[in-house]
């Protein structure tokens, strides 16, 4: 919750943006931007939006709750957000010599991507969650909100 993005999505190899989503804001609100799979959610803190409220129909007990799924994770996010920018500095910070072992670099790329998608994953999984408190026609009215951004 990377990414990220997050906003609503789940990272896709895009810039790591804020809650918000501005590029590396507070660290608290980090989740990744783009998704590699389904889009989940609306960028930002799509719940929190009052256009996006509105249009979803949402309900002030359920962004209420949605905050509260948010908040009770964002710890983890930031976690898994610092661990994706640490080995990303790892590879980016390779001296010359380094960049000439193959099984060095691809190693070490592999430790990113794993980052990544931990981070992603847990993204989707607060995603999920939020989704859950929706009823079956503000989840068809997210779908075709989120539909209309791409």
Do not use: C
Not at 38 to 64: F, M, V
Not at 70 to 88: D, P, R, S
Not at 93 to 115: C, H, K, N, W, Y
């Amino acid at each position: 919750m990377g990414g990220p993005p997050m906003g609503g999505g789940i990272g896709g190899g895009g810039p790591v943006r804020s809650i918000d989503g501005a590029r590396m804001g507070a660290r608290e609100n980090f989740v990744p931007q783009r998704p590699s799979g389904p889009q989940l959610g609306l960028p930002g803190r799509w719940w929190d939006d009052k256009k996006n409220a509105k249009t979803i129909a949402l309900r002030s007990e359920q962004q209420k709750k949605m905050d509260e799924i948010f908040n009770a994770n964002k710890g983890t996010l930031v976690i898994l957000l610092g661990n994706l920018q640490h080995e990303e500095a790892k590879l980016e910070s390779m001296t010359p010599a380094e960049l000439q072992d193959e099984g060095r670099v691809f190693a070490q790329i592999d430790r990113v991507e794993v980052a990544r998608a931990d981070l992603e994953k847990e993204n989707a999984r607060i995603l999920m969650l939020m989704r859950q408190q929706l009823d079956p026609t503000q989840l068809s009215k997210l779908d075709s909100e989120i539909a209309n951004l791409r």
